[in-house]
């Protein structure tokens, strides 16, 4: 019996062109292929593969493997959960905002009691709306399929349009939202759909736990100590984390403790993926909080290397 016959036939081809990239001296990490047991069963494994060395050169191949069958369960299961998801939740509930939102624009001519239920409806629908974007993010974080596309692109002008897209609820709630952002502000290399997706969690986060006649402060800046990134930050006045819960807050599914729970709004995905977006275009997020004062969110993006190559960008803010 030879070793190839360990593998599926569909994978034996790519097993042996692996095993010769080894024996020139290539060390394979995390490869996975499909072993073939005794009693023909389909096993799904991932390892190392690594030369033998004798005599100043290599004289055989040595593979340590693990079975997978558990995690490749998982990942069906995933794949699955965002087909149904997306299909059987997303799309009607799509429909049902966007007839919602007809309805409440012809609000003037129903009575007052159906026009607070409207907005009510509304609310709850765009609540459940932003749940299953969440999981259908975690879904895409999880499967590798979470698409960033980094470019140069005016942070600061973007800043300043998201903090107004949340003008009408700040005054809503009798909040104070102000921004600063200094002109001459470099661009960074960043995604601005996911920038505006960050910022705008953030700035919604701040929102729902800043009492009225609050204040929320929303900047850009090009720290002393960082001069090759750019600092966005979301500061409040609201009702503060617990210390304990600082470590944790950007883990996923975590829900903090105390007041911060019993306000809190959704599954606890929404700083984990702030968290995940941020590190693929290359930055990185953390909170400074004091419970019952406030606090503030802060996350880096780098600039632009053609910005500080001086060289012409050419590069579009949007998609």
Known sequence: ???????????????????????????????????????????????????????????????????????KAV?????????QVNHELRNPLTLIVGVLRIMTDQSDKVHPDHRRWLGMMERNANHLQKMIEDLLELTRTETGKLAVHPQ????????????????????????????????????????????????????????????EGGEIKVSVSRPASETDSLQTSVSDTGLGIAEKDLPRLFEHLYQASSNFESRRKGLGLGLYICKTLVSRQGGRIWVESVLGKGSAFHFTLPVSLLAASGLPQGGKQGR
Do not use: C, W
Request: no cysteine; charged share 25%; net charge neutral.
């Open 152 to 211: 140069p692109a005016d942070i600061a002008a973007l800043a300043g349009q998201i903090a107004g897209d949340f003008q009408s609820a700040a005054e809503a709630k009798r909040i104070a939202l102000k921004t600063r952002i200094p002109p001459g502000l470099p661009p960074a290399h960043a995604d601005p759909l996911r920038f505006r997706q960050i910022l705008g969690n953030l700035i919604d986060n701040a929102l729902k736990f800043t009492p």
């Open 75 to 83: 990942e069906r299961f995933r794949s699955e959960f965002f087909h």
């Open 1 to 71: 019996m030879s070793s190839f016959d360990l593998f599926q036939p569909s994978e034996q081809a790519r097993v042996a062109e692996a095993f010769e990239r080894v024996l020139r001296g290539e060390t394979l990490k995390d490869v996975e292929t499909v072993f073939v047991a005794k009693d023909g069963r389909e096993i799904p494994v991932s390892g190392t593969v690594n030369s033998q060395m004798k005599e100043g050169g290599p004289f055989a191949t040595r593979g340590i493997y693990r079975d997978i069958t558990a995690r």
